[in-house]
């Protein structure tokens, strides 16, 4: 069941609303660990709740979600945990892809897909295709994405643009329309799960300026109401954007 639906209301009455949600899903192996099961459970676990909290989004107000599935970094992981994280991710992509479809759900991805298998490649640009047309919530998954990664794969593409003479002086816009997230407005919230208060490397560029929030539930036990009282908490915070 989605959480309640409260207003968020700044100390001056003004509502304010999250537009846009990333969340850092972090804990799945702690989670099936501390339990004494294999860390492939807490990763099957944490899907399960990926899907509760895409519901719970629109109810509160979120109109875009972020959520960081795997990183440049994790392909430092076990042979066996890596391949086992690509299946799930494959099996959540075929699973989800008619009730995506169906609830007005766009989903995207972000990271480079060079270095993913061809059948998850496919799977991948597939759902978004047939998505592609939905706007109840805008869902991306951040797959093989780091941000010093898409940074680096952004300035090749802004140099070629100048290569060619489409960009003469390149701006900050000329950088963002270069980014794996291009037309996507900047997160107003990032929240990590888990406890760890580190932002591995998660949208640098676009969440400068948001706001973030470190719980220490492990994803796999973070609810909609989890979510609801931090969007709650958000509501009271003043964001000046370095004004006064």
């Known amino acids: 069941m989605a959480a309640e639906t409260a207003p968020l209301l700044t100390s001056g009455g003004v509502d304010q609303r999250p537009r846009h949600v990333a969340i850092i899903m972090d804990g799945?192996?702690?989670w099936a660990t501390e339990r004494g099961w294999p860390r492939l459970v807490g990763h099957r676990r944490?899907?399960?709740?990926?899907?509760?909290?895409?519901?719970?989004?629109?109810?509160?107000?979120v109109n875009w979600l972020t959520v960081y599935a795997f990183s440049t970094e994790n392909w430092k992981r076990t042979t066996e945990e890596?391949?086992?994280?690509?299946?799930?991710?494959?099996?959540y992509i075929q699973y989800e892809a008619e009730g995506?479809?169906?609830?007005?759900?766009?989903?995207?991805?972000?990271?480079?897909?060079?270095?993913?298998?061809d059948k998850l490649q496919a799977l991948m640009s597939s759902i978004e295709a047939r998505t592609a047309g939905n706007s109840h919530l805008n869902l991306t998954v951040a797959i093989n994405y780091g941000g010093r990664d898409?940074?680096?794969?952004?300035?090749?593409?802004?140099?070629?643009?100048?290569?060619?003479?489409?960009?003469?002086?390149?701006?900050e816009a000329d950088l963002a329309a270069c980014l794996d997230t291009a037309g996507h407005p900047d997160p107003d919230l990032v929240i990590r799960t888990s406890g760890e208060t580190r932002t591995s490397n998660f949208l640098p560029w676009q969440a400068a300026y948001?706001?973030?929030?470190?719980?220490?539930t492990l994803w796999p036990d973070f609810t909609p109401d989890h979510l609801a009282q931090i969007l709650d908490r958000f509501g009271l915070r003043d964001r000046r954007f370095g004004g006064v």
């Open 46 to 61: 944490g899907a399960e709740r990926v899907k509760q909290i895409v519901r719970a989004c629109p109810d509160l107000g």
């Open 28 to 30: 799945n192996g702690r």
């Open 82 to 91: 890596v391949l086992g994280l690509m299946k799930i991710f494959r099996r």
């Open 210 to 216: 948001a706001e973030y929030e470190f719980t220490p």
């Open 100 to 117: 995506m479809a169906a609830e007005g759900v766009r989903l995207r991805f972000i990271g480079g897909r060079e270095r993913l298998d």
């Open 150 to 171: 898409e940074l680096t794969r952004a300035s090749t593409r802004l140099a070629q643009k100048i290569a060619r003479g489409e960009v003469e002086t390149p701006t």
